[in-house]
């Protein structure tokens, strides 16, 4: 339990760095950038999902978390958002290192979820043309209730990570200790069938917002008792946090189980045809 608890604070503390930046970038745009500056912003969406996927590829479910937020604003697009979640590598690439596995495993793993988040990414973009009234960033802040036009970027800034940040131990707290109840092994055993329900088990394990499903479907590819195709439905889907923080600060309820059911059955359906041709 006390790991729980270590486990839960260790990866909220990571996270606030990402979230300080991220809400001085929204600030700054809000307060700062001319409608000029603002309108160039809004032209270099169209290569968002190509920025997106290269960055979600980074060691850390920290970007996942930037771009829910920057998505919520209306910064990015929902295609840079998906082609985010989609690459994330969570704890992925780490446990892969550590357990010294071929190096071309590694970047052909890595290579692939950044191809599938940029293409799908610009699929998403091309379709989802419905215009969405943009969401002002001060309108983000008076629902947040932090009086950002009476503070200063940096302490407004502050502001909005601490009280994310306290979202984000809470319910970190409770996932662990769900994980901790249920047992790795019975979580592990899910997978072990070999069906076509496999996919949807991992599929939907990687979707939990937490280092521990990544953890477990790569050591048990790592361990050959499923498929790549399986590894990979889990895999696509871990996005770490993202998910949590998109339903907590996206008001859009529709649009977050648009993004999820989308990410989810993305996940199933890559799995299926990698192993239906690997």
């Known amino acids: 339990m006390m790991d729980c608890i270590m486990d839960g604070l260790i990866d909220t503390l990571k996270l606030l760095p990402y979230l300080l930046v991220t809400f001085l970038v929204l600030e700054f745009i809000e307060h700062k950038l001319s409608k000029k500056n603002q309108k160039a912003l809004e032209k270099n969406k169209k290569i968002g999902p190509l920025v ?4 979600g590829a980074l060691p850390q479910c920290g970007f996942s978390s930037m771009a829910a937020n920057l998505f919520s604003a209306r910064v990015i697009t929902m295609g840079t958002l998906i082609a985010v979640f989609l690459s994330t590598s969570d704890e992925m690439l780490p446990i892969l290192l550590s357990e010294k596995a071929d190096i071309k495993l590694i970047l052909g793993i890595v290579g692939f979820k950044v191809v599938v988040g940029i293409i799908i990414g610009f699929i998403i973009d091309l379709i989802y043309r419905k215009k969405i009234e ?13 009086h950002c036009k009476e503070k200063n970027i940096i302490l407004s800034s502050i502001i909005h990570t601490l009280k994310i940040g306290l979202f984000v131990l809470i319910a ?12 790795e092994d019975t979580v592990s055993s899910i997978l072990l069938n070999n069906n076509i329900l496999t996919y949807f088990a991992s599929s939907l394990i990687g979707l939990i917002p937490n280092c521990a499903g990544s953890v477990i479907i790569t050591e048990l590819y790592l361990s050959k008792l499923i498929t790549i195709g399986t590894m990979l439905a889990g895999l696509l889907t871990g996005s770490g946090l993202g998910i949590l923080l998109l339903f907590r600060i996206n008001k859009n309820i529709k649009e977050n189980l648009s993004i999820l059911g989308i990410i989810y059955f993305i996940g199933i359906i890559i799995g299926i045809i990698v192993d239906l041709f690997i």
């Open 172 to 183: 970190n707290l409770l996932i662990n200790i769900i994980i901790y109840k249920v047992g």
């Open 52 to 55: 997106g996927g290269l960055l």
């Open 134 to 146: 943009k969401e002002e960033i001060h309108e983000l802040c008076d629902h947040d209730h932090c």
